[in-house]
């Protein structure tokens, strides 16, 4: 009887080692076949701009009518808002600033 028990853990060893390594094999093809889609409207880094003694918290893109495009960045608190128009990245028009007691109406 111990003779069969030990056949039989020996099979289910070799049986769950097998399993194991062909999930691992699959694992890995099926990770090397997946591509990482990427965004058509992704942004990119196409200038830097200062803000002399803000701290930038958060920014977000606007497209408006006639392809216009505004960057809003949100500074510290009680520092306001800067809005940048970015419709010619190469040629960014100049900023303007909205300050938190204005948003506070």
């Known amino acids: 009887m111990n003779r069969i028990r030990s056949r039989f853990v020996k099979y289910r060893s070799m049986a769950l080692a097998l399993l194991t390594a062909v999930l691992l094999v699959s ?4 990770a090397k ?4 889609k990427g965004s ?3 942004a990119h880094v196409v200038a830097h701009i200062s803000f ?3 701290s930038t918290v958060d920014m977000a893109i606007q497209k408006k009518v006639n392809d216009k495009y505004y960057l809003y960045v949100q500074h510290s ?5 800067s809005i940048i ?3 010619k990245p190469a040629h960014v ?3 303007s600033r909205i300050e938190q007691d204005e948003l506070d109406g």
Do not use: Y
């Not at 694992?27 to 099926?30: F, K, L, N, P, Y």
């Open 93 to 95: 028009a100049g900023s």
């Open 33 to 36: 076949e997946h591509k990482v």
């Open 77 to 81: 608190k009680d520092q306001g808002i």
């Open 40 to 42: 058509d409207n992704q």
């Open 27 to 30: 694992a890995v093809a099926s």
């Open 85 to 87: 128009d970015i419709s």
């Open 52 to 54: 002399s003694g803000l």
